[in-house]
């Protein structure tokens, strides 16, 4: 095994974190949710399908329409770094399946439990955060290393 210290980047990795805690932050102060992406993703679509009021979900909306244009006001400043995909078609399909259920299961996803939970010290979210992260573990052990 070897790690790639040219892609460590330390600064960059803290400047993120920095913004993804200041948003999460600003969106409870103001209102008075925490910052779970599936949770702000799935209430606009029950809004839909339910065909109830839209007003609640305006705040939604644009948080989600400030995730979708920050990388291409990145581009801007800057090159976008170079993503690289080793998986085909289904096993992207499989993935986000995957996710799906166990974002359901988790009653949340990464960033409601990992950002926002562990930061108000949450067991729930602690333990979550530990199966997503050991569930993360096992599936690149087998992928790249068993077979």
């Not at 948003?23 to 949710?33: D, I, K, T």
């Not at 530990?130 to 087998?142: H, I, K, N, R, Y």
């Amino acid at each position: 095994m070897s790690i790639a210290w040219t892609s460590f980047t330390p600064w960059t990795a803290l400047a993120g974190g920095l913004l993804i805690g200041l948003a999460s932050a600003l969106f409870l102060l103001g209102n008075g949710r925490i910052a779970g992406i599936s949770g702000i993703v799935a209430s606009p679509i029950r809004a839909l399908f339910t065909r109830s009021d839209w007003r609640p979900e305006l705040t939604r909306l644009a948080f989600l329409l400030g995730l979708l244009l920050a990388p291409w006001l990145w581009r801007l400043l800057a090159p976008l770094p170079s993503a690289r995909v080793d998986v085909g078609t289904w096993g992207l399909v499989f993935a986000g399946l995957a996710v799906g259920v166990g974002v359901r299961l988790a009653n949340g996803c990464t960033s409601g439990h990992g950002v926002c939970g562990l930061s108000r010290l949450s067991l729930r979210s602690l333990v979550n955060v530990l199966c997503f992260m050991g569930a993360g573990f096992v599936t690149v052990l087998v992928l790249r290393h068993v077979g």
